[in-house]
C-alpha cells in the first residue's frame, strides 16, 4: 500500500493497529533488514524504538509547518483501531522540523522538508522489561493487519538477540565549513554588534565535511554512542535509502504527558578533567564565570516566558552541572503546569528556537545568523522527536548531530556568543562539541 503523502489521508479509513510481545532482538538487526523510511529513538528514561516503512508521511514547509502537521495528524488520528497492547507501542508520529522557516531542501539535506513526521508501517518498542512489535495500517482489512503482524513477528523471531558492532568507517578527510581565522572575524563581528547593544546572545555555529573510508552503518553508530552517551538521547530519521539524519543530544527540548512539560534550559560549557579533582575544578570555573552565567540565565528566563502564556504555573529548578564523557554543561531543570489540554507542538513551537541555539532578541539573532554562517542548518539544532493520538510527545533538540549519506557524513555544532566571548576560546569549545559522533567515525 503506498503512503499517504502531505496529509492527503482517505476520508473515514481508520488507522489500525496490532501489537504482540516479541522476544528481545537487536534492533540494529531488525533496521538492517527494514526498508527506508527507518526511524530510531531512544531516551534515558528505558524507552528504546526502532521502526520503518510509512503508513503516512506529514510534510509542511514555512512559518506555519507546526499547525499544519498538528492539524494533519488530528485528521490521520480520527479514527484508531488498536487492539490491548501496552501503551508503550501505541501509534505515534516521529519526525522533526527545520532549524529555520525559510529552509530550502538543499546538499546535504535531500528529502528533508520543513517538517516531515512518518507514522511507520511497522514499530518495534523495548521498555524496561519488554519488547512489543506493533503493525499499522490504513484502507486495509483487520485481518491483513494481523496476517502482516505474525510474518514480520515470525521474522523478528529469526534475528539475533545481539548483533555485534561493526567497525567504524574510519576517517579518510575532514573539511571545515567555515576556517578558524574565518569563525574568529565572525566571533568578533557577533560580539561587536552584542556591545553596541543590537543583541543580547546569538549562536554561532558551523559544519564539517567528514569523507569516510567506508560506508556508514548509523545504527552501529547508534550504538556505540550508547555506551559513550548513556545520558543522552540517541534518534535516526532516514526518509529515503540513502542519508539520514542522526545524534546524540544531551538536551530535551519538551516532554508533554497530559498537561505536564517537563523542559529544561542547557547553556554554557567547558571540558572534563583528567581527574576527579579537575574535573570538579572545571565545573566550579563553569559555574562561576559571569559570561556563562548570563548565558545561561537568559536561556532560562526566555524558556519561563515562552511557558508562562500556555501554563497555570511554572517551576524552575535549581541550576547544576551535567556531566557528559567529553563535556560538561549548566543545566536548569523546568516544568509547568498547563492551563488547558495542548498539543505538544503548540508547546515546541513556543519554545523553538530557544536562547540556546538562536539568540536573543530573537529575530535579530536569526538575521544575524543568516548573515554570518555560510551554510545550511537545514535540522541541525531543531526539535526532533514523537506525538501521539493524544497530543502528548517528546522532542530534543537536534545537537550532537550529523546527516549522513555518498560516502560522507556532514557534523554541526554551534555556541553561544555573548559580549566578552574570546573568540579564540569559542574556537576550541566549538571543536569538543564534533568530537561525540567524530570519535565514533575515526
Known amino acids: 500500500m503506498p503512503p499517504h503523502r502531505d496529509g492527503q489521508l482517505s476520508a473515514g479509513s481508520p488507522l489500525v493497529t496490532r501489537t504482540c ?18 526511524l530510531y529513538w531512544t531516551s534515558s528514561d528505558g524507552l528504546e524504538i526502532a521502526a520503518s ?21 488530528d485528521e490521520l488520528f480520527e479514527a484508531v483501531d488498536r487492539d490491548d497492547g501496552p501503551d508503550a507501542a501505541r501509534p505515534r508520529l516521529f519526525g522533526g522540523f527545520s532549524f529555520s522557516a525559510e529552509h530550502e531542501p538543499s546538499p546535504p539535506w535531500e528529502g528533508f522538508p520543513g517538517a516531515e513526521f512518518v507514522l511507520p508501517r511497522v514499530q518495534l518498542t523495548r521498555t524496561e522489561n519488554e519488547t512489543w512489535l506493533s503493525v499499522s495500517a490504513r484502507d486495509t482489512a483487520e485481518a491483513t493487519v494481523e ?20 567497525d567504524s568507517p574510519g576517517i579518510e578527510s575532514t573539511h571545515p565549513a567555515t576556517a578558524r581565522d574565518e569563525w574568529c572575524s565572525q566571533i568578533r563581528h557577533a560580539t561587536e554588534r552584542i556591545r553596541e547593544g543590537e543583541l543580547k546572545k546569538v549562536v554561532i ?37 540513502s542519508g539520514g539524519f542522526f545524534g546524540a543530544p ?6 508533554l504527558r497530559g498537561q505536564t512539560v517537563e523542559t529544561e534550559a542547557l547553556a554554557g560549557s567547558i571540558g572534563r578533567g583528567e581527574t576527579p579533582e579537575e574535573d570538579d575544578e572545571l565545573a566550579a570555573e563553569l559555574a562561576d564565570s559571569e559570561k556563562v552565567r548570563e548565558e545561561h540565565e537568559l536561556v532560562a528566563k526566555t524558556i519561563r516566558e515562552g511557558l ?67 551554510f545550511d542548518r537545514g535540522w ?29 557524513v556532514t557534523l554541526f555544532a554551534g555556541n553561544g556568543i555573548v559580549a566578552d566571548s574570546d573568540p579564540e576560546a569559542e574556537w576550541d569549545e566549538v571543536q569538543l562539541k564534533f568530537l561525540p559522533i567524530l570519535n565514533e567515525l575515526e
Not at 553508530?221 to 532516514?238: G, K, M, V
Open 21 to 38: 510481545r516479541v522476544p528481545d532482538v537487536s534492533f540494529r538487526s531488525f533496521l538492517a533488514g527494514r526498508a527506508a523510511p527507518r
Open 205 to 241: 555555529a558551523t559544519a564539517l565535511e567528514v569523507e569516510l573510508a567506508e560506508s556508514v552503518d548509523v545504527p552501529d553508530i547508534l550504538e556505540r554512542l550508547r555506551t559513550s552517551y548513556p545520558e543522552c538521547y540517541r534518534f535516526l530519521i532516514q526518509p529515503s535509502s
Open 147 to 166: 496476517e502482516t503482524l505474525s510474518e514480520i513477528r515470525a521474522e523478528i523471531e529469526a534475528l539475533p538477540e545481539m548483533r555485534p558492532s561493526g
Open 308 to 374: 508562562e502564556p500556555l501554563a497555570s504555573s511554572v517551576t524552575v529548578g535549581d541550576r547544576r552541572c551535567k556531566r557528559l564523557s567529553n563535556i560538561q554543561h549548566l543545566q536548569t531543570p523546568i516544568s509547568a503546569e498547563l492551563d488547558a489540554d495542548e498539543h505538544v507542538l503548540s508547546v515546541v513551537e513556543a519554545l523553538h528556537p530557544t536562547p540556546a541555539v538562536g539568540g536573543l532578541p530573537l529575530a535579530d539573532a536569526m538575521r544575524t545568523i543568516r548573515e554570518t554562517e555560510r
Open 250 to 255: 544531551p538536551e530535551r527540548l519538551v516532554s
Open 53 to 73: 516503512g510509512a503508513v503516512a508521511r506529514l510534510t509542511a514547509d514555512g512559518e506555519r509547518r507546526f499547525d499544519e502537521i498538528r492539524e494533519r495528524a
Open 380 to 408: 541541525y539544532a531543531s526539535p526532533v522527536g514523537w506525538f501521539d493520538a493524544d497530543g502528548d510527545g517528546e522532542f530534543a533538540v537536534g545537537l550532537r548531530s550529523g546527516v549522513a549519506g555518498d560516502g560522507r
